[in-house]
């Protein structure tokens, strides 16, 4: 069956550090995938959308990586602030109009002062 | 732009009882979602809408959960009977378009089934 995985363990940074977080996927073929952040309490807000066919992606201080072969993606933050700690999920498209969205269940990353 | 808004933020219920949920999504949007959070897990699509048609449904339990999406805009979502492991965020989410278009969720309604 389809499967997403992150890192199930919260990542603790220190602050100025850039943190990486792992999305790994099997049994799926995916088009795009996004990436978003969830703060307690609210909606997943998306940040970033990569496509299969790209390998990486930036905005500001964030970095995507889309690896089809290993079938991983990797979430990087450059210079971290307290401010970035959330739970960030990755989220992966089909091509098939018959696929359905499928979520990963989230990093917490904790980014301490 | 006003966001995704949703209603009630927060219910609690007994179990074998009904509840339902109203998603207002992004004006022009023309794709909404509804997705079931459980606690520590990622979003898991319920439904999907394009317009006032279904796309995908394939995950929501059909003996108790219904929605619908009238005229294309608005959109609700039913829980009858609850059961207790239907406790979760559920959040309802709208875009531009139905493939590989950002999603924008609304802050989510907390149920609680006892």
């Known amino acids: 069956s389809q499967k997403i995985e992150q890192n199930s363990e919260a990542l603790n940074i220190q602050e100025g550090k850039t943190a990486t977080l792992t999305c790994n996927y099997t049994?799926?073929?995916?088009?795009?995938l996004q990436w978003y952040r969830q703060d307690p309490g609210r909606g997943p807000v998306f940040l970033l959308l990569?496509?299969?066919?790209?390998k990486e992606k930036r905005k500001e201080r964030l970095k995507v990586t889309f690896d089809t072969t290993l079938k991983q993606s990797l979430f990087h933050i450059t210079a971290s602030q307290p401010a970035d700690s959330a739970t960030y999920l990755c989220a992966l498209t089909g091509y098939s109009s018959a696929s359905k969205i499928i979520f990963g269940s989230g990093t917490r990353l904790s980014i301490r002062p | 732009e006003a966001g995704v808004a949703q209603s009630p933020r927060y219910k609690i219920i007994e179990k074998r009882q009904s509840v339902a949920f109203w998603c207002n999504p992004i004006s022009g949007h023309a794709t909404l979602y509804w997705y079931q959070q459980i606690l520590g897990q990622g979003p898991k699509l319920l439904i999907q809408?394009?317009?006032?048609?279904?796309?995908?449904d394939s995950q929501l339990p059909k003996d108790r959960f219904s929605a619908e999406r009238l005229k294309g805009v608005d959109s609700t979502l039913k829980i009858q009977p609850a059961k207790l492991e239907d406790s979760a965020v559920y959040l309802c989410a709208s875009s531009l378009s139905p493939r590989g278009d950002t999603q924008y969720f609304g802050p989510g309604t907390r149920l609680t089934v006892l």
């Open positions: 049994n799926y073929s995916p088009a795009y």
């Open positions: 990569i496509r299969e066919n790209e």
């Open positions: 809408f394009q317009n006032n048609g279904v796309v995908d």
